[in-house]
Nanobody, 116 residues
């Protein structure tokens, strides 16, 4: 069982930066794939970026601006967001899974608001 807690959201002006954290419980968290997702009002939840043993992957809309990293000693995965745009405004969630398939564990989400 893994429990995830996101933090680091807030209000930022366009062009600014934020770093989100996803802190996990569980001794084997390093073996989990972790993904970041977001959901804007009236829109479906979408994949933003993720990290696994093979590396990282990103949605086209955030490539070159967002970076996913992890600190296994701290059981934490980060989402560094630079050059933020108003369209990045959403609730951001981290999720974890063991292997392929659906993400089984989800955090509660953290709000990111980018003002123009």
């Amino acid at each position: 069982q893994v429990q995830l807690v996101e933090s680091g959201g807030g209000l930022v002006q366009a062009g600014g930066s934020l770093r989100l954290s996803c802190a996990a419980s569980g001794r084997t968290f390093s073996k989990y794939d972790v993904g970041w997702f977001r959901q804007a009002p009236g829109k479906e939840r979408e994949f933003v970026g993720g990290i696994n043993l093979s590396g990282t992957a990103y949605a086209e809309s955030v490539k070159g601006r967002f970076t996913v990293s992890r600190d296994n000693a701290q059981n934490t995965v980060y989402l560094q967001m630079n050059s933020l745009k108003p369209e990045d405004t959403a609730v951001y969630y981290c999720a974890a899974r063991r292997g392929t398939g659906q993400y089984n564990y989800w955090g509660q989400g953290t709000q990111v608001t980018v003002s123009s």
